[in-house]
């Protein structure tokens, strides 16, 4: 079933049925994917939309999402959902992974975790993450543990794309409000994407954006910029 038919049907998947539709999506339209929350997830569903783009909402069942039902009536925006069960079987291993090398414990609450396994699903399936953090300490990559070092709940699903493409230059591009300017790691360390001449690039594919639920003026500004440059 190609992706339109799967998302004009479906309102909970099996990651097997997702991840099949989603690769046969059209490379002549990002596809972004992102979760429920507000800030970075909806400034980012809104930019897709405002280019008539395709947006997934990966939630999971008993998890509440903001806004979604009035961008759903669209036919651009869907929400779909992946029961605990799956995602526990899909991506504990995987979170359990990601808080090793963050240096955090596991969480024990039930709404947080699914939170948690939605970011690992996420950062699983997208082929680049565009993130959006206050304030990045760049000193705080360490690269003894491949500890990225991201702030906050963004943390998790950086980090997870980060082990899923280690390598000298990782398709992860972090916004940070503070210096208003763009990261990307690179071997064991952040480096400015300013300072060697060149631009985030191009949204393609499928994509991924996370981030501060606090998104500012300027966060907004690099978001659109970004999506603009998709035309």
Request: glycine share 6%; aromatic share 10%.
């Amino acid at each position: 079933m190609a992706l339109p038919e799967f998302l004009a049907c479906h309102s909970h998947f099996s990651w097997d049925e997702f991840v099949e539709c989603i690769q046969e999506a059209s490379p002549h339209e990002p596809v972004l994917v992102t979760g429920g929350a507000m800030g970075a997830d909806t400034a980012a569903v809104k930019a897709q939309l405002a280019h008539n783009r395709m947006s997934l909402i990966m939630g999971a069942s008993g998890v509440e999402v903001n806004e979604w039902n009035s961008f759903s009536q669209t036919g651009r925006v869907r929400l779909l959902r992946m029961s605990l069960g799956e995602l526990e079987d899909k991506f504990a291993d995987c979170l359990a992974e990601t808080c090793q090398e963050l240096k955090r414990h596991q969480t024990s609450n039930p709404y947080t975790r699914k939170l948690l396994l939605r970011n690992m699903a996420i950062a699983n399936v997208v082929e680049q993450l565009f993130a959006f953090v206050e304030e990045l300490q760049l000193d705080a990559f360490d690269s003894s543990t491949n500890n990225l070092g991201v702030p906050g709940g963004t943390a998790y699903a950086c980090q997870r794309f980060a082990i899923r493409h280690r390598g000298d230059a990782i398709p992860l591009y972090l916004f940070e409000n503070k210096s208003g300017c763009w990261y990307q790691p690179v071997d064991t360390e952040w480096r400015k994407i300013a300072e060697y001449g060149e631009t985030p690039p191009v949204p393609k594919g499928v994509f991924g954006v996370v981030g501060t639920r606090q998104f500012s003026p300027s966060m907004s500004k690099a978001l659109e910029a970004l999506m603009d440059v998709q035309e």
